[in-house]
């Protein structure tokens, strides 16, 4: 009895207070679904020639459009109030889908994000138009994407390859819904998608409690 209580102590007393502090702003227990299915990248390549793949990872999910050096101001937020904050774990990644043809401005602007970041969880992907066109349309959004295939706001895609984000009643008893986090604004990305990614990692802690996993070995 006393060693269980000492468990109970030691590691499901700070996974109760880690989730109760990081609903601060959304009351939500677990991050809601918005939409199932979302398309896998394919034979997708990186800006560093590498396969990038949505499934069995915590994706942070952008769309540059042809003008990607225009987004950098945005992606400096992102990488500075939610990146750095999580980039150790291994099963959480940044992508951003590039239209093919941005390789250029796609290497200025990475070069720009090493001066502050580690940028080995990060990767830029390079697309053509149908391909991002595609994945685009599989979250179901409210608004269509861009002519140039782009957006300021990025989303969360969990391992499942769903889109999470808010909806229902929040903690003031009103209707919530959000798809995605616009980079441009840093008091969404540090109020609202700091909450939201905190949230969605200790949902997954808790599974991995649950299932008796390795937690270290999983990044967690």
Excluded: C
Aim: aromatic share 10%; hydrophobic share 40%.
């Amino acid at each position: 009895m006393k060693k269980n209580l000492v468990l109970i102590v030691l590691f499901i007393l700070p996974i109760v207070a880690y989730l109760f502090f990081a609903s601060g702003v959304n009351s939500f227990s677990k991050l809601p679904v918005i939409t199932t299915n979302v398309s896998e990248l394919g034979e997708l390549k990186s800006s560093n020639d590498k396969s990038v793949k949505l499934a069995s990872k915590i994706t942070i999910l952008g769309f540059s459009g042809t003008d990607v050096y225009e987004k950098r101001g945005g992606y400096f937020n992102l990488s500075q109030k939610i990146y750095n904050r999580y980039r150790e774990f291994k099963d959480f990644q940044v992508v951003i889908l590039v239209p093919i043809g941005a390789e250029k401005q796609v290497e200025v602007v990475l070069n720009k994000l090493k001066a502050v970041s580690n940028m080995s969880n990060w990767h830029f992907v390079f697309a053509t138009p149908q391909e991002i066109e595609a994945v685009y349309k599989s979250m179901k959004l409210q608004n269509p994407i861009d002519v140039s295939k782009g957006s300021n706001t990025v989303y969360i895609v969990d391992k499942e390859l769903s889109l999470r984000g808010r909806k229902g009643k929040n903690n003031k008893n009103e209707e919530e819904y959000r798809e995605g986090y616009n980079t441009s604004m840093v008091s969404e990305l540090h109020n609202e998608m700091t909450d939201d990614v905190r949230i969605i990692l200790a949902e997954y802690r808790l599974a991995l409690k649950k299932n008796n996993a390795d937690r270290k070995k999983y990044g967690l």
